[in-house]
């Protein structure tokens, strides 16, 4: 079992950039698919991204697609979401999951969830 924890959420304003990190613990990280999910007030949560177990495939979610970056680091046992060209549309709580189900986009997959961290982006 797995137990994550994100940080690095913050007030940023439109136009800036954040970097989330999500680091795993009590379980073999490398044997997780991550993935991100966001969910904005009055919103169901939604996925972001995703990055397999090595990193070797990684995909998006359109409407971040060229603006934020997945990446991982498995000797820290890190996952991180770089956020560029931020948005007021970007602002939710944002949450890393894990799953060994493999690659995964929906909610339901994932078995592990960290408690979330607010971004918020003013214009």
């Known amino acids: 079992q797995v137990h994550l924890v994100e940080s690095g959420g913050g007030l940023v304003q439109a136009g800036g950039s954040l970097r989330l990190s999500c680091a795993a613990s009590?379980?073999?990280?490398?044997?997780?698919?991550m993935a991100w999910f966001r969910q904005a007030p009055g919103k169901e949560r939604e996925f972001v991204g995703v990055i397999t177990w090595a990193g070797r495939n990684i995909n998006y979610a359109d409407s971040v697609k060229g603006r934020f970056t997945i990446s991982r680091d498995n000797a820290k046992n890190t996952v991180y979401l770089q956020m560029n060209s931020l948005k007021p549309e970007d602002t939710a709580v944002y949450y890393c999951a894990a799953t060994q189900s493999g690659r995964r986009y929906s909610e339901r997959d994932y078995n592990y969830w960290g408690q979330g961290t607010q971004v918020t982006v003013s214009s």
């Open positions: 009590g379980g073999t990280f490398s044997s997780y698919v």
